[in-house]
């Protein structure tokens, strides 16, 4: 089993950024990719970004050019938010998949806000 724990949330104004992290802890070695998704109220949840344990990097079309992610050690991946926008509002969650597809996690967090608002 691995466990994640999200953290950097926040309220932002638009044009702002903000760093979300996530740590895993558990059967860190099972792990081949790690990223995010968000979920916006009412909507289904949709991918932002993921790293593979070589450090290939993926991107969702609405973060492509906005968003960074990076890996800071074997367990613990980060997310940079620049430019961020009022559509950018959602519920976001880290997930570790243990391969091959980079982009599917088995396994959650349990979420961190993002609020982007004036």
């Known amino acids: 089993q691995v466990q994640l724990v999200e953290s950097g949330g926040g309220l932002v104004q638009p044009g702002g950024s903000l760093r979300l992290s996530c740590a895993a802890s558990g059967s860190i070695a099972s792990i081949d990719s790690m990223g995010w998704y968000l979920q916006a109220p009412g909507k289904q949840r949709e991918f932002v970004a993921a790293i593979s344990r070589r450090g290939i990097k993926y991107y969702g079309a609405t973060v492509k050019g906005r968003f960074t992610i990076s890996r800071i050690n074997a367990n613990t991946v980060v997310l940079q938010m620049l430019s961020l926008k009022a559509e950018d509002t959602a519920l976001y969650y880290c997930?570790?998949?243990?391969?091959?597809?980079?982009?599917?996690?088995?396994?959650w967090g349990q979420g961190t806000q993002v609020t982007v608002s004036s």
């Open positions: 997930g570790a998949g243990r391969g091959p597809a980079a982009t599917e996690f088995d396994y």
